[in-house]
């Protein structure tokens, strides 16, 4: 007997880096592990415009589609190979992971073929699509005619019920699995930290993830500035930079050559091992970000047991208590975030342990795979 089929697009899917590659990665996992065949459509900058790879994974497989130079011409190119894999093996229903591109391909697509759609908001999604040059018209489309609705956070849904006027919407939070992501001795750590360029009594302020204006970049280099002129402070970046992030740290090296000389960068690490022995070497993770979903990176470093300081973006206030589990300051204060740093460094180490522990214990009980699994087959009984 054959398994029910499921046809999941995604903007990014692994290897590829960043929140919206590894959230799918998981749930395609545990959608497979119910007893679904997975088919994930996703798009490649490193393929030509119009190429298809695909590769099996699991109980399904993975093509890659090279995209054009602009959407209209890649959104064309996508539904002609979706036509063409759903004439070949029909799908029963249809996931798009984020609301655009793939929630509104998801939805289209759907409609056309009479089969259920479900679509997830993940990120930035609505606020990128609210404003110009973002299209209204269509995130308010692909809200309302979707057949299903989840959210990543409470604060994402609430954004949702008011576009779209949509009730329910499932909250489907970002889950880790702790045993990956755990704390590590401070001696275990003594080789990467030297290979790093780390000095002695150096406090070390950790980012992981793509650096970039969301995530408020110029935020951490102004905290950078102001707490090393008072202490030997580094930055630690834990993933690779875009364009424009780079340029940011030229134009803060020519101003500021002696403070961007302590911003290391890892590079891109693909490695959760790797990825772990770098989280252990912060002393606070700051997640100063603009606009937010629910970020994994900060889930990872609360795993941790990083003390952990964020803006108060999305869903960041549901999993992070201000003066229990992390610190949180709101988006309008981000300009103070080097006084919340000082204010940390205060504490003694013990009380940032004690912090760091609750955080940790916090993801161990709100944001086990094992609830993510559960809610997922709930939400297929509905679809598939």
Known sequence: MSLPRLLFLTERFPPDMGGVARSAGRIVTSIQSLGIAVDVVTWS??????????????????????????????????????????????????????LFPAGFLGVWFGRQHQIPTLVSARGNDIDRELFPPGDFARLQWTLTHASTLTAVSHDMARKMQMVSDRTPITVLPNTLDCEIFHPLPPHDLQDLRHNLG?????????????????????????????LRAQRPVCLLIIGELRSAAQSLLQTFAIDHPDHAARVIVTGQLSDPEVIVQ??????????????????????????????????????????????????????????????AILDCLSLSVEERRQMGQRARQFVQTHHAPSQEKVQLQQLLQQIV
């Open 278 to 339: 770098h989280l252990n070497l912060c002393d606070i993770y700051l997640q100063p970000s603009l606009w937010e979903g629910m970020p994994n990176a900060l889930l990872e470093a609360m795993a941790c047991e990083r003390c952990c300081i964020a803006s108060d973006a999305g869903g960041i206030p549901e999993v992070l208590e201000s003066g229990h589990t992390g610190w949180v300051i709101p988006r309008s204060q981000l300009h103070h975030l080097g006084d």
């Open 45 to 98: 900058r490193y393929l030509q415009p119009g190429e298809v790879s695909a590769e099996q994974v699991g109980s399904g497989r993975v093509y890659r589609l090279g995209l054009y130079r602009h959407w209209d011409a890649t959104m064309p190119h996508t539904l002609n190979i979706l036509d063409g894999l759903h004439q070949a093996s029909p799908f029963e229903a249809v996931w798009g992971h984020y």
């Open 198 to 226: 780390i000095v002695d009594q150096e406090v070390v302020l950790g980012f992981s993830g793509e650096l970039r204006e969301k995530k408020g970049q110029g935020f951490l280099l102004q905290a950078l500035a102001q």
